[in-house]
């Protein structure tokens, strides 16, 4: 059983969530397009987003997209400024 605090808190993630996906249709960045580490730079502050900062120091994961086991999407929010940011371009990197 889940209390009613539990379940505006929930409520607040889902309309985040929403409100996140819905920001993020305005910055997309392709990773297959960036050199390097795949780090790049908020389109709004500039602060240096870097997918592979597992510290999420600089960004917070809101939502994942996954589709036949491959990452195809990634929804990110800059820490600093608040912008969401759609990161696509996993599908393309290579198996190791
Ligand atoms: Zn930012």
């Known amino acids: 059983m889940e209390n009613n605090r539990d379940r505006s808190q929930k409520v607040i993630e889902k ?14 960045i392709d990773l297959t397009k960036i050199d390097g580490d795949g780090a790049f730079p908020c389109p709004k ?13 600089n960004y917070q994961i809101v939502d994942t997209q996954v589709q036949r086991d491959q990452l195809e999407a990634l929804i990110v ?16 990197q290579p198996q190791a």
């Open 15 to 28: 309309m985040m969530k929403k409100e996140a996906l819905k920001k993020s249709m305005n910055h997309v």
């Open 45 to 57: 502050c500039g602060s240096v987003i870097s997918p592979d900062d597992e510290s999420e120091e």
């Open 77 to 92: 929010i800059c820490k600093r400024c608040g912008t969401a940011i759609k990161l696509v371009g996993f599908a393309q």
